[in-house]
Structures are given as structure tokens and as C-alpha cells.
């Protein structure tokens, strides 16, 4: 977050840098402000969203702490969750730059596929649902799957799969009659591709 002031007494204006990675080495001084970096923030540089993060960046859930008032939009630059836990500590928060790491989807925008990271389908049924929904996944090849939900602050709400799993169609039925109704997310991890879907509870 970076802040103006005008400084009416000098005529001259102020302002303040937080939570932001930047470069302090060329600055006389350095700044000042809470929660600033200066590494590299370890950007894709690939497809059509080349500053997106990569998995060990030092910007995921770094970002201002408390986005009261300041009117984030839902989603990012992507048509992702726009406050997530990148790191999956159980707290989801902003990351620093424009992306938030790893999120999913929302609303009606188009999947974007990188490099490192393919589709596998991933669906659920009945959806919406009231009790249970039933999630459809089909592997390419035995390997190692781990398959998650989330709900809409990016909290995981279930842990479902972490097993390795032979190719072909695989379901699984998630009993969720404990969980408050809302749109949760799935994520289904298959060796290096990753998936998203959303399910609907009512």
C-alpha cells in the first residue's frame, strides 16, 4: 500500500510504503513504512500473466494484514479470490502485487492455464447441494492426489484425498450437512496439474 500526504508547510508531499517488496538499495535512505521486502518476488514471466506468483514466492499472504476500507475488488487480475491463504497456514490474507497464489476462480471468468499448471476435470454433483455432493475426477496416470475445500475466505474446510490414486474416473462423496450453507471451493492436486471447481451448499 503506498499513501500520500501533502506536507503543506514545505510544499512538498510525503508519502509512505507498506507491505510492498521493493528495491531499498536504490533509494538514499531506504523507506520507511511496516511490513516491506526487498527480494525477489519470484515471478512466473511466462503466458499472458507473466508477473502471476510462484510457489515460494515471499509475497504470498504478505500483503496488507487488515483491507478494511480499502475496497478490494473480489477477484484478481485473474478472475481469482482476491484474499486467500496463499501459504496455508489457516489465515487468509492479501498478497503483495496484483495475484493471489494459487486461488481459485470466481464468478464467470475463463480458466487461464499456465505452464506449470494443467487441467485435470474436476466436478461435483449434485450441485448445488444440501447435504453431500459427489466429486468426479479422472487421472491420466497413477499418481499421487491430494483433493481439498476451501470456503470463501480461502480457510480449508476438508481435507479429502492424499493417497495415490491408478488412472481412470475416480468419485468421492464429501459429506458436508455440518457445514453452513455458501460456495466452497475445491482443489484437487494430481501429481503437477492442479484443479479448481465450485460447489454450492444451500
Not at 60 to 88: A, F, K, V
Not at 148 to 172: I, K, T
Amino acid at each position: 500500500a503506498i499513501n500520500f500526504d501533502n506536507i503543506y508547510s514545505s510544499g512538498s508531499e510525503a508519502f509512505t510504503i507498506n507491505y510492498c517488496d521493493i528495491d531499498t538499495l536504490e533509494v538514499y535512505g531506504g523507506w520507511t513504512g511496516e511490513g516491506n521486502i526487498n527480494q525477489d518476488p519470484l515471478f512466473d514471466l511466462s503466458g499472458s500473466h507473466p508477473y502471476a506468483l510462484l510457489p515460494g514466492s515471499p509475497c504470498i499472504d504478505t500483503g496488507t494484514p487488515d483491507t478494511t476500507g480499502l475496497c478490494l475488488p473480489s477477484c484478481d487480475l485473474m478472475g481469482c479470490c482476491r484474499i486467500w491463504d496463499g501459504d496455508g497456514n489457516g489465515v487468509a490474507v492479501i498478497d503483495m502485487g496484483a495475484y493471489e497464489f494459487d486461488s481459485p476462480m470466481v464468478g464467470i471468468a475463463k480458466p487461464v492455464i499456465t505452464q506449470h499448471r494443467k487441467e485435470t476435470n474436476l466436478t461435483g454433483f449434485p450441485n448445488p447441494f444440501t447435504t453431500s455432493t459427489t466429486i468426479e475426477f479422472e487421472l491420466k496416470a497413477e499418481t499421487p492426489v491430494t483433493l481439498q475445500v476451501y470456503n470463501h475466505m480461502g480457510q480449508q474446510v476438508a481435507d479429502l484425498l492424499n493417497e495415490s490414486r491408478a488412472p481412470g474416473n475416480h468419485q468421492f462423496t464429501w459429506k458436508a450437512a455440518h457445514l453452513p450453507p455458501g460456495l466452497y471451493f475445491l482443489r484437487l492436486q494430481a501429481g503437477n496439474e492442479v484443479r479448481t471447481g465450485k460447489v454450492i451448499k444451500y
